[in-house]
T-cell receptor, first 115, second 115 residues
Framework: NAGVTQTPKFRVLKTGQSMTLLCAQD?????MYWYRQDPGMGLRLIHY???????AKGEVPDGYNVSRLKKQNFLLGLESAAPSQTSVYFC??????????????FGPGTRLTVL | AQSVTQLGSHVSVSEGALVLLRCNYS??????LFWYVQYPNQGLQLLLK??????LVKGINGFEAEFKKSETSFHLTKPSAHMSDAAEYFC?????????????FGKGTKLSVKP
């Protein structure tokens, strides 16, 4: 099993450009998450999904959109990139969300720079 | 609302010395607590988790953590540091009892190990 994979690993954008980050998991997990990690801020939840066709806002959703058309994929979109979105983005998945063992499995991250 | 505070953004120890990384939580419901480790340029990996079965939790790589309800703490320890332990460590609490069981992360503690 590959676990959680993210594409691309690195990306440089100019202000105003758009892009989509792809997350894929092969563990048949119901829940998927997108986080951003900034120095000294820990991980902050952007959006999450509790199942195919569902999405919900996290702590810092502004400027991002997501889609979960297939259970194994969770896409994060930036419609008009801003320098404040320079960050490392992590995708995670878990079997479910409201249970005791809410272990989340993380992808390797995407390093995004917006100039 | 739940929250996590990690005391000390950077901890430095000598090889062979005790590792102590501090985590305090705030939760209105019985919490589920986690420690994750992030090695340079990698995603997060679960070290250990507390799910109310036992207050002393043993994890991978010789780490353990003790849940102390009276102190609202979940400190991470390792008796003898190894160079390979150099990484960033994140404490997290699950808002189990909410509808999604999302994780709330602390800001992280970077551990350096001196030879």
């Amino acid at each position: 099993n590959a676990g959680v994979t993210q594409t691309p690993k690195f990306r440089v954008l100019k202000t105003g450009q758009s892009m989509t980050l792809l997350c894929a998991q092969d563990m048949n997990h119901e829940y998927m998450y997108w986080y951003r990690q900034d120095p000294g801020m820990g991980l902050r939840l952007i959006h999450y999904s509790v199942g195919e066709g569902t999405t919900a806002k996290g702590e810092v959703p502004d400027g991002y959109n997501v889609s979960r058309l297939k259970k194994q994929n969770f896409l994060l979109g930036l419609e008009s990139a801003a320098p404040s979105q320079t960050s490392v983005y992590f995708c995670a998945s878990s079997l479910s969300g409201g249970e005791v063992y809410n272990e989340q499995f993380f992808g390797p991250g995407t390093r995004l720079t917006v100039l | 609302a739940q929250s996590v505070t990690q005391l000390g953004s950077h901890v430095s120890v000598s090889e062979g010395a005790l590792v102590l990384l501090r985590c305090n939580y705030s939760s209105s419901v019985p919490p589920y607590l986690f420690w994750y480790v992030q090695y340079p340029n990698q995603g997060l990996q679960l070290l250990l988790k507390y799910t109310s079965a036992a207050t002393l939790v043993k994890g991978i790589n010789g780490f353990e953590a003790e849940f102390k309800k009276s102190e609202t703490s979940f400190h991470l320890t390792k008796p003898s540091a190894h160079m390979s332990d150099a990484a960033e460590y994140f404490c997290a609490v699950s808002d189990y009892g909410g509808s999604q069981g999302n994780l709330i992360f602390g800001k992280g503690t970077k551990l350096s190990v001196k030879p």
